[in-house]
């Protein structure tokens, strides 16, 4: 409750702020919790390895729209996002469960499409689906996954390593999904005005793919492995740049100096930016869905790093606390902020 | 698709034959899934140990309806649901992980009382909470929670071990829960329509507390144990007793004979299945949310298991496949089926 008695809004929280404070009196009592609220995934000790355990909910309305969301892209894509926290924490995800709650209005035949979706995304980054539930819904299609992974003690990586100096990387670019979701928002709405007009996404074939079907880049992590590479923290970008950027550094207890001319933006993305009237660096800041890997390392591996082809640089983690700013070509300074909790509606 | 070229009803499928359905093409391939799909919790093996993940989701006008549902109580039952498969494993559940969707007509107090009740319900059974995610929802509020848990290699119990002959055992009673949801649907439904009838639920205490805040037989697990007695297989009853019951059977393919008589039903249960006309073995069959255990031990064990208050006998497996009876006092046998997939609407 706030002075004037009235109840504390949902929205005035961030995202990560409202969890933290609903679960702020749980505290980890068993040794084999060694690792609980606060990362990408739960770390339990399983003897000689540790396992990863990191769930994630889809729901309708929120996270896609059924209008133009293909049901078996949509199965895919909630596995890459639950294995991306897997992915984010260093380990290897292995197995998954599912659970979803269907309204009458689907068929056995749809929701097979989604499970289809589930099967080429579990080909694909090589996991078993292990487990999960269907149940009915009357308030819409709800999806809830649960990645499990391993990885060998010592090796996981979390957000809190990030040291003054270290190097900001990131893998891929940012802002496609944002931009294909205005794409396709924008046709629905056409679309829905005047039913004669068909969508036209000839050319946004990319900025869709994004958004529709996206993939994580898991080689990224055996190139780190390979290359030697130790990252002191890493995160997964799903919330958006600057908001899993801000993350890593309010768990470090760090700042962060990143440069506007160094964000990777695609070609197409600057495009459908430009139509939408948007600086292109806005939706790669805070878009969100990206699914990338936004990882710290040590200033001396700077050489290692730029002889990888998919890592880039965007700049450096700075001593002072809460001080996040991204620098333009013109020597101009402006605040990094997270976004407030919005939900990404897809409505 | 039918002959008549139209889509499959998901209500032709029961619960557990859609996911079988949905499922029946994914293969474990990895050697760490040593038990995937098809029992209440996947098995990962962690070298000395196996650890126990299991999934559930509850939907708000499915699994409750929130005119009656206290946050609080909602919080702790959904652990208790989460909880009671990685027992009926014979695990001990140690982390628990949960996501909810939350749309905003909710205040943080109201999420607060919701982790409220899990935090109670994780203090009582010494369990972390690990992990999870807060989104919003447009479409009513969803929790998801993935239970972990561990068990020693050897120990666990699954549903495809009952032979002929063993004996078929459970705890405590049976459509307590059912009969608690019935009454308070009747006060709201009479509040609904006169809104100065305050409900009068004095001499209902039993009914409606197994309804809206359920608790687990852990301790039976322990006596398990410490008698000596190895369960042939097990599952807690959720679904209702017949529709669990034949889930072993299958499992197992088996049949099975239970007594009439013998189905444990609680005094207040009976008195207000009498109040609605039903009788009293229907809910005790069929109504589900008993959080009871349902297991199965060799006849051999019959001694030590009438030595336990906490354990009753309700009847024998039997040889033949889908033979499943219910037999009366008066010699008279009835053929035993799970309900359909109705979802428990709870609006």
Redesign the interface.
Known sequence: ?NDHGE???????G?YG??H???K??R???K??L???GDD??V?D????Q?L?????F?????FSLVYTPLKHLGYKAVVRAISDIYAMNGTP??L??????S?R???????LI?EGI?AA?ERY???????????????L?I?L?A?G?ADKGSIIKRNGARPNDLICVTGDFGAAYMGLQLLERERRLFEKSTGIQPDLAGYEYVIGRQLKPDFPAGTLLELENSKIVPTSMIDVTEGLASDLIQICKQSQTGCRIYYSKIPVDYETSRVAEEFNIDPVTPALNGGEDYELLFTAPLEDIDKINSLHSVKVIGYITEQPEDYFIAGDDGSEVRLSAQG???K?A?
């Open positions: 409750m109840k504390t809004s949902i929205g005035e929280f995202k409202l969890i404070h609903l679960t009196n749980f980890p009592s068993l084999s919790t690792l609980g609220i995934a739960a339990i399983s003897r000689n390895c396992t355990v990191s769930t994630d909910m729901l309708e309305g929120i996270h292995e197995q469960l599912v659970s979803t709650g269907i009458s689907f068929a056995v035949e749809d929701i097979e499970y099967g579990c090589r996991i078993d689906l292990a487990g999960g539930d269907t149940t009915s819904s009357v308030t819409g709800a809830s649960t499990i391993r909790w919005t939900g509606a409505t």
